[in-house]
């Protein structure tokens, strides 16, 4: 049976080596990393607070403390992180649609956001989640699009604020088969109401502007696949 103990605001899973459907499991659906450190007969999986709930309480793949229920769970990863609801529920809403949510820190975010297999596919979509305190200012929206057009990708700006509002009702838990952009959700834990939105930017160089093209709304980020290297062929040794 696998076990997993907190370490600071990460969550260290030893998955014994008889029990690979979990590990493919958490490996597939690109949960934490792997660590080197090996102990004997078992291997190691480093998950962020996030990736753990998840697996946890919503897919059920790794088991819940003893005495611990999704509620008492939710408020001890928000002692260690106060930010915890806000990023867990940006995280829930895309492995929701379909998405591999995978940390963004390379890029100044709190995600990104892959089609499929990082082996294959290239991120498609920066998420940032801001803080309830205020909204992003302009040089952090400048300096995300700059990046994300070097990199072809599209800025999600994201907000979560709780509500109480009797009339709204909550997004199904449920994931999609095929990864899909929805912008607005509302979602419930712990009795809690949580509304999520979602604002598409991207960098938009007026020097390059096509003057035959007939609209300029929004489009969908395209895909990227990742080329594969071919291998040089190993040159001859002359006898």
């Known amino acids: 049976m696998a076990l997993w103990q907190r370490h600071d605001a990460t ?31 078992a291997r190691k999986r480093v998950l962020s607070l996030c990736e753990a709930y998840y697996a946890i309480v919503i897919e059920e793949l790794l088991p819940m403390p003893v005495h611990a229920t999704p509620a008492t769970l939710w408020e001890e990863f928000c002692t260690i992180l106060p930010s915890f609801p806000r990023f867990f529920v940006v995280y829930h809403h895309f492995r929701r649609l379909g ?11 709190q995600f990104v956001l892959y089609r499929g297999n990082a082996d294959t596919y290239h991120s498609e979509y920066i998420v940032y989640v801001q803080t309830e305190a205020s909204s992003a200012s302009w040089h952090v929206v400048q300096a995300l699009t700059r990046l994300a057009e070097d990199v072809k990708k599209t800025v999600l700006m994201c907000q979560v604020h709780e509500t109480n509002d009797g009339q709204r009702s909550a997004n199904e838990h449920s994931a999609v088969d095929e990864p899909t952009l929805q912008l607005c959700a509302v979602y419930t834990f712990n009795g809690r109401m949580f509304v999520v939105d979602a604002v598409p930017i991207r960098f938009w160089d007026t020097a390059t502007v ?11 980020q395209p895909m990227i696949l990742k080329s594969r290297s071919k291998k040089k062929p190993k040159a001859k040794t002359k006898a």
């Open 11 to 41: 969550v260290v899973v030893v998955i014994p080596d008889a029990d690979e459907a979990l590990w493919t499991a958490l490996e597939g659906g690109t949960y934490g990393a792997a660590v080197s450190e090996y102990d004997q007969g």
């Open 99 to 109: 998405w591999l949510v995978r940390p963004g820190l390379n890029y100044g975010a």
């Open 210 to 220: 096509d003057q035959d093209r007939v609209s300029y709304a929004f489009e969908s």
